[in-house]
């Protein structure tokens, strides 16, 4: 028995944008026009600050964790410590922001842990930072923290001795809430004079009161508007934990992965044999790293199987295209790309859907139980939708696998736009797996 499927694409979070802009509609149907953070949600959107939390949703009023307002906040602020920083093998997805965060951004509560240890004595009893980011990742980080890492960031820009105003803000806030405590006492003053911060209807800061999603695109989009109008380093490029400012030696990972041509392109000698690589169809890494497969990608754990390269599929999309009268397209020219479609297919194997609770990068068709190519590509083109999916015009590039053996195979053809290839490019590093952080 045979089975097709297809589906169309459109990433929900573009690459970074060098300037903000707002969609001409609604990013998530939870976040409407008429929410009051519309504005401030769709620009975090846009400019790749944010991601929604599966199925279309952005989920506004939801708890922002530790983890997850420092995955919003190192790559824009941080860029260049993140770039820098090596999460151990095995880490969890947060590793590099928080640990990059704690050690240049840090909040109250994590300077408190590595100073006191919750309480246990002098600076010797405290937490090591690890221990301090292993307890609070998951913790909802409470309105006063957030404000301290706004503070970290001013602080880290030299702005925070220049903001105007800060005694009489501190006297407005004591008079209307009483003294501050101690270790708030100048961020908050701070952060309230420099307009990031107000309190509600009643003058109330809420200080212990958690985050919501909606409130950290408020406060991020603030924050990058005051530090950038002031001079200050706001990044416009996205930053993939694990990746180097200087490249490593290609071949030096183990088992001998990791190989690139002279055209720098990545060499079908240093990814796995099984995967039957062509170098007549170069790809290019995005990372220094060199994934468990022999790829460029800085993945750590992207299991393939026994999935393979299918360039056939190349020439037959493009024939039909053609007689279509459709512009032709060409291999993907990324290695996050091919090691997703390899890592795609494999999962086919498991759970034949188009549903991949990791979230998804590229369109696709998808067919069991074909074969050869041929049969399956036969199978597509006689499905209307299958065939309206290959002949679209929103795709420039291809790539293709299969998995399984014979009388169970498993084949897969990926269609790529280019903010889909910048999408799985800046997630190849956590395992091509964005569904876990708000980054």
């Known amino acids: 028995m045979c089975a097709i499927f297809c589906r169309g694409f459109r990433p929900f979070s573009p690459p970074y944008a060098s300037a903000p802009a707002v969609a001409a509609g609604p990013t998530f149907p939870d976040v409407p026009e008429s929410h009051w953070a519309y504005s401030y949600v769709e620009r975090a959107a846009e400019n790749g600050w944010v991601n929604g939390t599966g199925n279309g949703q952005f989920a506004p009023g939801g708890t922002l964790t530790f983890a997850e307002f420092y995955t919003m906040i190192v790559p824009v602020f941080a860029q260049e410590e993140l770039a820098a920083y090596q999460a151990p093998a095995g880490s969890p997805w947060w590793q590099s922001y928080l640990y990059v965060g704690g050690q240049n951004l840090p909040s109250e509560t994590i ?35 957030a404000i301290t890492i706004m503070w970290r960031v001013l602080e880290k820009n030299g702005l925070d001795e220049q903001v105007p105003g800060v005694e009489e803000a501190q006297a407005k806030i004591e008079a209307d809430l009483g003294i501050l405590p101690l270790i708030v006492d100048t961020s908050v003053p701070v952060c309230y004079a420099a307009g990031l911060i107000s309190g509600d209807e009643n003058g109330n800061l809420n200080l212990d009161s ?139 194997v498991s759970d034949f859907s188009h549903n991949r609770p990791k979230g998804a990068f590229a369109g696709e068709v998808i067919a069991s139980g074909y074969t050869s190519t041929q049969a399956a590509f036969n199978g597509w083109m006689n499905s209307p939708g299958h065939k309206r999916t290959l002949m679209s015009d929103s795709y420039k590039y291809l790539s293709a696998a299969r998995a399984g053996g014979n009388g169970s195979s498993y084949w897969i053809i990926c269609l790529w736009s280019d903010n889909g290839v910048s999408l799985v490019e800046r997630w190849s590093s956590n395992n091509y797996d964005y569904t876990s952080a708000v980054s």
Request: aromatic share 8%.
């Open 111 to 145: 300077s408190f842990d590595t100073f006191y240890g919750g309480g246990t004595g002098r600076p010797e009893h405290g937490y090591e930072l690890q221990d301090s980011i292993d307890k609070r990742a998951n913790e909802a980080i409470p309105r006063s923290d």
């Open 210 to 348: 958690s985050l919501t999603r909606a409130e950290g695109c408020v406060m991020l989009c603030n924050l990058a508007d005051y530090v950038s109008g002031h001079g200050g380093q706001v990044s416009t490029k996205p930053t993939d934990p694990g990746e180097t400012t200087e490249p490593t030696d290609p071949g030096a990972s183990e088992g001998g992965l990791g190989q690139k041509l002279s055209s720098g392109a990545t060499a079908a000698a240093g990814v796995l044999d099984s995967i039957e690589k062509d170098d007549a169809y170069p790809t290019y890494g995005s990372s220094d790293v060199v994934s468990n497969n022999g790829y460029y990608t800085g993945a750590t754990d992207a299991e393939i199987g026994n999935a393979s390269l299918q360039y056939a599929f190349l020439d037959l999309v493009n024939e039909a295209r053609a007689a279509e009268g459709h512009a032709p397209l060409t291999w993907v020219e990324s290695d996050a790309a091919e090691e997703l479609t390899l890592q795609r297919c494999y999962e086919l």
